[in-house]
């Protein structure tokens, strides 16, 4: 079983992928500002507070890893709608020195679709209303963030969920490399989480961003 870091931890696909680790025999370091509160306990479970955009916290989480996910996210509310934001590139570019300097070489990130070259791609209702008018802005520093993991000599995988719901876990996902495939369709946070635990295990999609959905 790996040592796996998760940051980002506290909720939504971060907080299912503890979980989820964690059933499949894991030893897990939970890491977010508030991960000390995550309402999770067990024996393999480590829970660490600090900030993903503080250099010396987030390379001493790495200490004894095996792989990281890395599970980030914003509000996507009218200052972000606005004004963007800019979390994601730095947190990812401090994550990814990291990790080249000390290790582990193992980085499974959560961006989402829209992101990449799946953006523009995903039919008229989410490429011409949802994604620019709510979207977009915080998208473009996921797609910074993208840039700088595929420039890296990483082990990378990028997994980009559809739109997320908080629906019961069925258990099962698709994950769709080819453009013709993409398309914006729903997929519960618990199943993003299955599929970045069966990548811990399995490394299948390594270089590769696939657009997972139900």
């Given amino acids: 079983m790996a040592r796996v870091l998760v940051i980002g931890a506290s909720q939504g696909v971060g907080r299912e992928a503890v979980k989820a680790l964690l059933a499949d025999g894991h030893h897990v370091t939970a890491f977010s500002r508030n991960a000390s509160r995550l309402a999770i306990n067990h024996p393999q479970l480590e829970k660490r507070d600090g900030d993903a ?8 989480a790495l200490h004894g890893q095996d792989v990281v996910i890395q599970s980030l996210g914003v509000s996507v509310g009218l200052d972000a709608m606005l004004k963007g934001t800019t979390l994601f590139s730095r947190a990812t570019r401090i ?9 582990p070489r193992r980085l499974v990130a959560v961006t989402g679709i829209g992101a990449g070259e799946t953006r523009g791609q995903l039919g008229f209702v989410y490429d011409a209303l949802m994604f620019p008018l709510v979207l977009k802005r915080v998208y473009d520093d996921k797609d910074v963030q993208e840039q700088i993991i595929k420039r890296s000599s990483l082990d990378w995988t990028i997994a980009r969920p559809g739109i997320l719901t908080d629906r019961v876990a069925t258990g099962s996902y698709r994950a769709l490399t080819k453009p013709e495939e993409w398309r914006a369709a729903p997929i519960a946070r618990a199943d993003v989480a299955r599929f970045l635990a069966d990548e811990v295990r399995e490394g299948r999609f390594i270089g590769r961003a696939p657009v997972v959905i139900s």
């Avoid at 955009?53 to 001493?60: E, G, M, P, R, S």
């Avoid at 994550?95 to 290790?103: C, P, S, T, Y």
């Fill in 53 to 60: 955009l503080d250099a010396t916290t987030v390379t001493a």
């Fill in 95 to 103: 994550l990814v020195d990291a990790m080249m300097a000390n290790g």
